[in-house]
């Protein structure tokens, strides 16, 4: 069993679909002060963020801990959460017909070890169409969503292409995670 630290459904869609025994409670951390230059410096600092917030609350004495972000970029663009509808147009507009990368950092830690890992799953995305954009924008799917993007969901029947796996992109890579969870 391990406890974690986020408050998004995928990561504990993704935790229970791999079998991993888990409680789910976090501390928020804000990640608009973070300042980077790199899609994968921001995504470590705001990490370590949740886990300085989470560890300093929860340790890791009674189960290990697990806190995970993940950030989108394309066109040399981080693409945050989108504030607004329009904001979420143009970052979708950024993706549309080039490559997407989504990078998710995690960090795990038990009694015995920690683990601080950076994966990366990239997407060749077709033209969106605008008819199926507008009506994702409207359904407000993408709200709270890095890059305002869904994989499994809306940019699913845009993908031309992938390299890596989905979990990163859902926000967490419980392939990883599980190889290390089986060494401790």
Known sequence: MLRLCSSSQTRSMLLTNAGIAFTQESMDFDEDAIVASSP???????????????????GCEDMPLLVADTVVTSQGHILRKAKCVDDARNILMTQSGNITSIITCMIYES??????????????????????????????????KAGACMVEGFCKSYIKEVRGFESTAMGLSVEVLARFMEKD
Do not use: C, P
């Open 40 to 58: 994968k410096n921001f995504v470590y600092q705001a990490t370590l963020g949740k886990y300085n917030a989470n560890i300093a609350v929860f």
């Open 111 to 144: 009694k015995a070890k920690k683990v601080i890992d950076i994966s990366q799953t990239d997407y060749i995305f077709s033209d969106f169409e605008q008819n199926d954009l507008d009506a994702y924008l409207e359904s407000g799917e993408w709200r709270g």
